[in-house]
């Protein structure tokens, strides 16, 4: 079993009720409460595990606002595991969800750096690594209904971009969506081989005349955000 999410990022409207509804649930989680800094300051601050990024592809007035929300990829091959010195990181074998101990963290940030996706924070009121974990106690809760059994992002999504399921199940909806929307990693290069799929956006017939492809666009904002 291999779960992950799929997000449809023709659909994705950068809304943030994922980032929302992602801090709510694991603030009462397995990994405790997330931090807020000066929350009615000024200039606000704390721990988020979803994040959404805009991107403007094309130019005016043909030009299409890419979203593209990002929390950790639970990739095949993740160095933030192999550079955990604690053993805190791991990947779980029977469903392949990257994971923190949080009682072995010791906050050293050296899987933060290895993350290519910027998907891992320190809390500092706990001084300890967090991240998204696929909302595994939810997904696995029994006494919850079972359409109910699924992150809270993909489940406060108000436009369905997100899908969640097994991408080893070749007749499972993210298998599917990717295949019939040909979906993608971002940065397979890097080997990392991320588990999460992207779905293109869709450029209406109108705008064909763009010269940056929206997939293109995406990678040149993902590079921005791991550079800045």
Known sequence: MKLGLVVDLDTCVGCHACATACKQWNT???IGPLSDERPHGKDPSG???NRIHSYEVGDSPHSKTVNIPMSCMHCETADCVTVCPTGASYK???DGIVLIDQDKCMGCNLCSWA???GARELDPNSGTMKKCTLCVDRIYDEQLPEAERQPACVLTCPTSSR???DFDDPDSEVSRLTRERAGQQLMPELG???VNTYLPPRI???QDSIAVSPMQGVR???NRIINR
């Open 28 to 30: 009462s989680g397995t």
């Open 47 to 49: 721990s988020w595990l």
């Open 92 to 94: 779980r074998e029977e």
């Open 115 to 117: 993350c290519p996706y």
């Open 163 to 165: 899908v969640f399921g």
């Open 192 to 194: 990392y081989n991320p």
């Open 204 to 206: 209406p017939k109108q």
């Open 220 to 222: 040149q904002l993902v």
